[in-house]
């Protein structure tokens, strides 16, 4: 029973996926529109990927997360997607980091989703 119990456990911990959990600094990062980065001084191009969660919006939204965490770490405040690949396996996004001045507003609602290129 006890060998059951313990393949339960690791079977829930293994299906749950591993989203990135966003920083305090990264909280503060936002997404911009292409227009606004005129505005705005480049810091550097970023990465991130997230696998296997429950769903292709649990990936996207880890992935996301990283490109937060990492354009944060990186002193800037905002980011543009350049480009993001979500399959069933995963999402991988490629981002501009960019420090902009703070009456610099984020895009509308409409246009801050993540839209499959």
């Known amino acids: 029973m006890r060998e ?8 829930s911990c293994l299906l749950s996926g591993c989203a990135t959990k966003m920083t305090v ?5 936002r997404q911009i529109s292409p227009d606004t980065t005129a505005l705005c001084t ?9 696998y296997m969660g429950n ?6 939204q ?9 354009v944060a770490a990186m002193g800037g405040n905002a980011f543009l997607i350049m480009h993001i690949d ?6 991988v996004i490629q981002a501009e980091g960019y420090l902009c001045p703070e009456t610099v507003r ?8 993540i839209q499959p290129l």
């Open 4 to 11: 059951f119990l313990i393949c339960v456990v690791g079977a």
């Open 25 to 29: 600094e990264g909280a503060t990062v």
């Open 42 to 50: 480049f810091v550097a191009v970023v990465e991130a990927s997230n």
């Open 55 to 60: 769903t292709m919006g649990h990936d996207q």
């Open 62 to 70: 880890g992935a996301i997360n990283e490109v937060r965490n990492q």
């Open 86 to 91: 979500t399959a069933p396996i995963g999402t």
């Open 106 to 113: 984020p895009p509308s609602q409409s246009s801050a989703t």
